[in-house]
């Protein structure tokens, strides 16, 4: 099986303020966001076809 990876690049904490003004991310927040956006249209090959990979970004806070 092999995994195709869309073209990515890291998303800066200024691009993400642009997108949010007032917008402030700690750093382990900003590679949550990166690798969000890097399994963003992530495909993999199985043996009946092409599948979209899929990912939950969580935490240890025990609120859920």
Known sequence: NSIQAPKHEWISIEK???ICPGLKLAN???IGVNWLALLHGMQVRVSDGIMNVNGVLCDEMGLG
């Open 16 to 18: 993400m303020q642009e």
């Open 28 to 30: 382990y927040q900003l």
